[in-house]
């Protein structure tokens, strides 16, 4: 069993991204994808146990919060949180030291993968991908060594309680705008979207993806597809994609990445 546990939260890459260049500073780790029920959920022999999710809608993606209430964690590990957010900090984090207690927390502003909402170089701050990539580099490198210290945040994240409502709002749209998901003609049946989906709400039919209405936003779809083939509607035609060019898709299908 490895020494620390990072689990993990990631539509885009992004996020994942950063839990492997902190588990390469701190070592020995096997990180956790919580895009599902996690597979491990004890984790009462890591020294350090931490938590990186995207901010999703103002709140924690999908069913992050109760994977993590299913977490054992020894009383005197060391926990950690690292959240990744457009324009705000929303509650996750709050809600994640509300279960777990953590005794160290960051963020770190990013383009937003939200296609849908908004082109993701308006987000703020304004920046390129190339920066914004240079940025979780730079940031993962702080916080890998904050965490390798055993650093201890002064005070809690901030409770975000507005978000936590504007979250619970979005999250129930994502069913009925699921209706609005279809492939374009660059669409080359490679099934990327099928592999990618956490909740298994996409089928190829007669070669082209097929969505159920079991989807919870996370965008993977849109933007892990190699040919950018999938839009909402007709807003996301002209709109860039922004996926983790660090990451491969296949990467975020597993249930455990053990980095030494």
């Not at 950690?80 to 996750?92: D, I, R, S, T």
């Not at 079991?214 to 993977?220: D, H, K, T």
Request: proline share 5%.
């Amino acid at each position: 069993m490895a020494e620390n546990i990072i689990y993990c939260y990631s539509g885009s890459g992004h996020c994942l991204d950063m839990a492997k260049k902190i588990a390469r500073i701190i070592g020995d780790t096997d990180i956790v994808m919580m895009r599902s029920f996690p597979a491990v959920t004890d984790a009462s022999h890591a020294k350090r146990v931490g938590f990186i999710f995207s901010c999703m809608g103002g709140g924690l993606p999908g069913d992050v919060e109760e994977y993590v209430k299913a977490i054992r964690i020894a009383p005197d590990a060391y926990r950690f949180a690292v959240e990744q957010y457009a324009g705000y900090l929303g509650c996750g984090l709050r809600k994640i030291d509300d279960i777990v207690h953590l005794d160290y927390w960051d963020g770190i502003s990013n383009h937003s993968t939200a296609i849908w909402l908004m082109p993701h170089v308006l987000t703020f701050p304004p920046t390129t991908p190339n920066k914004a990539q240079e940025r979780i580099d730079r940031k993962a490198k702080e916080i890998g060594a904050a965490v390798r210290l055993g650093r201890k945040s002064e005070k809690r994240p901030p409770k975000g309680a507005a978000f936590e409502l504007m979250s619970k709002g979005i999250s129930a749209s994502h069913a009925k705008r699921v209706k609005s998901f279809k492939a374009n003609d660059n669409c080359v049946s490679c099934g990327t979207c099928v592999t990618v989906c956490p909740r298994n709400n996409i089928q190829l039919v007669g070669g082209k993806p097929s969505f159920g209405t079991n989807c919870i936003g996370c965008l993977s779809c849109v933007q892990m597809c190699p040919t950018a083939a999938i839009d909402i509607g007709n807003v996301t035609r002209k709109r860039e994609r922004y996926p983790n060019r660090q990451i491969k898709a296949a990467e975020l299908s597993e249930k455990v990445i053990h980095i030494d």
